[in-house]
């Protein structure tokens, strides 16, 4: 009997301990709860979450139209209709000068007068302008030197040639139009050595001379051999890379014709010629 007794004081003594603990742990969730509500009551009030708009804060920004109509967005103020501001047109001459006709007159390459040189333009003017148009369309050679027709760019349009006929005339004699400028230098770079190939990055040497050797090496002024033509080509290759190299970059006056030192544009890099090269002599062998 007396264990028995013993026993149910025990689980009595369980339950009670039992019983404070689970109390215990209700008081101190309540007592957190409050503490989280006091502490949240400063951030709700300040971001607005139970302000009541929780349905105009979540909803889509915009909504597909399909009715045609221009609809305005909430919040924003109508704006007047775009108006587009003309531009003043590029001068057809000025631009013809810069495409072609600089890679000669800007230095004075091959005889050609300088832009803006009013002696060297002075005795040629005087034959006319109908002359002038006459020699830049079909081409002329004279003491002093020889002009490619259409300075070499022969899909050029005729009233383009005469176009930067004018503009150059009116660079010495007024008109409107000022002397142009040489393109404007690049930042130099390392130079290479003459007589070494540089690697280059793939389309290199077709950019450098899409964007200079064309005026001569597409239709052959000059005795310039022209690009693909393997029977020109074929002996100035077996005379060596390093040779072409040299002659490109500081130029070459041969019996057959001349070439001006890296094709009249001497702000390019000695790599940047010497790409055109290679690629001229890839696409001709």
Known sequence: MSSNHDNAAQDAIFVRNFALILAGLAVIGIIIAILARYVNAGFEEATGVYDGNLDERIAPVGQVNTSGTAIALAGT?????????????ANPGEAAYNKVCFACHAQ???????????????????????????????????QAGMMPPKGGAIDM?????????????????????????????????????????????AGKGKEIYDAVCFACHT?????????????????????????LYEHSIKGFMGEAGMMPPKGGRPDFADEDIVAAVDYMVESSK
């Open 77 to 89: 103020a109508p704006t007047e209709p775009a108006v587009a501001v003309p531009t003043a047109s």
């Open 108 to 142: 004075g390459v091959a005889g050609a007068p300088k832009i803006g040189d009013a002696a060297a333009w002075e005795p040629r003017i005087a034959q006319g302008k109908e002359t002038l148009y006459k020699h830049s369309l079909e081409g002329f050679t004279g």
């Open 157 to 201: 349009s005729d009233d383009d040639v005469k176009a930067a006929v004018d503009f150059m005339v009116n660079s010495v004699q007024g008109g409107g139009d000022a002397a142009a400028p040489a393109p404007a230098a690049r930042e130099p770079a390392a130079a290479a050595p003459v007589t070494t190939a540089v690697p280059v990055a």
């Open 219 to 243: 239709p052959g002024a000059a005795g310039a051999p022209k690009l693909g033509d393997a029977a020109a080509w074929a002996p100035r290759i077996a005379k060596g890379a390093d040779l």
